[in-house]
């Protein structure tokens, strides 16, 4: 990034923390996946999500994960929490869990971590923009309306916006 000529590159640890102004924090958190960019750099960067708090809540980005432990650790050290962006794709529709090797989530573990966040707003993320796993290019989409209803959940609680769309959370 330095080498591109963008200035104030932070390299953080999950847990580890910057200051970008008086008023905002960004800290690094976990996720449940892997790193890699080619074949011979397996696990050799950390991965996680973002916790971006400032005087508005916490907004918290939770990268590319799957299910897990570390959504209770995210509600219990930044609750509450204002805005959640969770992935809902890709995965497996015929699997009870939808999982997908663990470091993915469907719209029903998206569910479930919106509510162990105890997130006010979720937004879906990582779907319909690559087709990067067996579901068909609706089905997260409409697997996250199902999830909601089972879940009784209003749909404007979690929403999914289609790529690009512009939206004011209310």
Known sequence: MEQAGIADVYE??????????????????????????????????????FVISGPSGNVYFAGDTGYGPHFAEIARR?????????????????????SRSGVHMGPVAAVMA?????????????????????????DAVNGLAQALKEGNLAPGVFIAP???????PS
């Open 12 to 49: 953080l640890d999950w847990g580890e923390s910057v200051s970008l102004s008086g008023t905002v924090t960004v800290t690094m958190v976990p996720a449940q996946h892997f790193s890699s960019r080619g074949l011979w750099d397996r696990n050799k960067a950390l991965w996680g999500g």
């Open 78 to 98: 930044f609750s509450p929490i204002t805005v959640a962006i969770l992935p809902i794709a890709p995965f497996r529709p015929n699997r009870p869990d939808q």
């Open 114 to 138: 919106h509510k162990v966040l105890g997130a006010k707003l979720s937004i879906a993320a990582h779907f319909q923009v690559f087709q990067l796993g067996p579901e068909g290019f609706d």
């Open 162 to 168: 289609v790529p690009g769309q512009v939206f004011e």
